[in-house]
Structures are given as structure tokens and as C-alpha cells.
């Protein structure tokens, strides 16, 4: 089975400072894994997504994400945090013998002025 | 290309009462699938459709249901509503093309079971 597991649920950076949010997967198979981000009251907006094209994956908003394979790892990153990016983030891998999304719990970022 | 539009975006029912939720996939896209978000169990996956017919399962009652329409419209039914059913509902559309699909949410409808 397929699932990722995202460390940390909540995180707090400095406006400026970089943003890291980590996900690990879980899969036997090379997966497809996406990054959301969800504004309070609002539904999940794709932020970028690994296919095996490329392992450093560019996002919008000036996200983007790295495949390690080695590490079974995700993670997202920013350089510079805006004010803007206070989110709930979740990270997901899809299934490969469906269209099933398993979703992580979640991470809460907070950007400090 | 309009978004996936979930209607309405909010609900207020009371235990025992039922309620249907509706999911308009982005043009094009044949997959629906949908999710409930609660602050302690994050996002579950409840079931998809594709082509009117309930491709995957989510691990909820059968008090949970939904159909999907010729035109991938969707909607969901919850039967005798708890309070725990309180969440935020979530569908998801998707294109089902190759192995690159992508699910697009809607804006949810938020419930509330008093």
C-alpha cells in the first residue's frame, strides 16, 4: 500500500527565511507525488507534482520539491518565505493501479513578520 | 476553463436529517472523487466515480453514497446525519489520461450537524 508521511505539523519561519516541509513515501514502485496547499476556507490547490521527469520539481508561487529516491523523500522547499504562504500544505502520492490519493495529514505553516 | 464548483458551500442540518452535495468537474474531466476534511482525521478518501460508476472505496458506512451523472456531474449522500459528520467535503475532478493525472478541488462545502 501507498501512503507519505509528512513531519511536522505545524511550522513557523521568518518572512524571508526558508521554508522546508517534509514528506516521505511510501511505495514499492516509482510514484507520483503532488504538493497542495489549502488557504482557510478554501478547497486544495495543486502546487507542483513529481512524474519521473525530473527528480527537482518547479512549482508555482516559487515552490518546488526534490525526488530522492535514496531517501524515499519529497520535501518542499522555499527559498525566501512571503507572508502569503501561511497555508495548511499536504503532500500526496497517487495510486499506480488507480486514480486513489493518499493524502498526509498535513502541515501547518506560519510566517512570522 | 472553469474550476470544479461544488454547490453549496455551506450547510447547516440537524442529527438524523440527510443531505446531498453536488460536484461539477472541470469540463472534459470523467473522474470524480471525493474527500472529507476534519481537523483530527485530516483527509479521507470517501469513493470516486468515473464513467457513472463507483471505481475505488473509501472506508466510511453506507450511510455515505454518491452518484455521478452522463456528464461526470457528481453528488454525494449522507442518510441520518451524526454530529461527526461535521466536515468540510471536498471533491476532486481528474482527466484519467495515461499515468499523469492530476485531481483539481473545488472549494468544499462546509457542514455543520447540529
Known amino acids: 500500500a501507498q501512503s507519505v508521511t509528512q513531519l511536522g505539523s505545524h511550522v513557523s519561519v521568518s518572512e524571508g527565511a526558508l521554508v522546508l516541509l517534509r514528506c516521505n513515501y511510501s511505495?514499492?514502485?516509482?510514484?507520483?507525488l503532488f504538493w497542495y496547499v489549502q488557504y482557510p476556507n478554501q478547497g486544495l490547490q495543486l502546487l507542483l507534482k513529481?512524474?519521473?521527469?525530473?527528480?527537482l520539481v518547479k512549482g508555482i508561487n516559487g515552490f518546488e520539491a526534490e525526488f530522492k529516491k535514496s531517501e524515499t523523500s519529497f520535501h518542499l522547499t522555499k527559498p525566501s518565505a512571503h507572508m502569503s504562504d501561511a497555508a495548511e500544505y499536504f503532500c500526496?502520492?497517487?495510486?499506480?493501479?488507480?486514480?486513489?490519493?493518499?493524502f498526509g495529514t498535513g502541515t501547518s505553516l506560519t510566517v512570522i513578520p | 476553463k472553469a474550476g470544479v464548483t461544488q454547490t453549496p458551500r455551506y450547510l447547516i442540518k440537524t442529527r438524523g436529517q440527510q443531505v446531498t452535495l453536488s460536484c461539477s468537474p472541470i469540463?472534459?474531466?470523467?473522474?470524480v472523487s471525493w474527500y472529507q476534511q476534519t481537523p483530527g482525521q485530516g483527509l479521507q478518501f470517501l469513493f470516486e466515480?468515473?464513467?457513472?460508476?463507483?471505481?475505488n472505496k473509501g472506508n466510511f458506512p453506507g450511510r455515505f453514497s454518491g452518484r455521478q451523472f452522463s456528464n461526470s456531474r457528481s453528488e454525494m449522500n449522507v442518510s441520518t446525519l451524526e454530529l461527526g459528520d461535521s466536515a468540510l467535503y471536498l471533491c476532486?475532478?481528474?482527466?484519467?489520461?495515461?499515468?499523469?493525472?492530476?485531481?483539481?478541488f473545488g472549494p468544499g462545502t462546509r457542514l455543520t450537524v447540529l
Open positions: 476532486a475532478s481528474s482527466l484519467v489520461q495515461g499515468g499523469q493525472d492530476t485531481q483539481y
Open positions: 511505495s514499492s514502485v516509482p510514484p507520483y
Open positions: 513529481y512524474t519521473s521527469a525530473a527528480t
Open positions: 500526496a502520492v497517487r495510486s499506480n493501479t488507480g486514480n486513489q490519493f493518499y
Open positions: 469540463s472534459g474531466h470523467r473522474s
Open positions: 466515480y468515473f464513467s457513472e460508476t463507483q471505481r
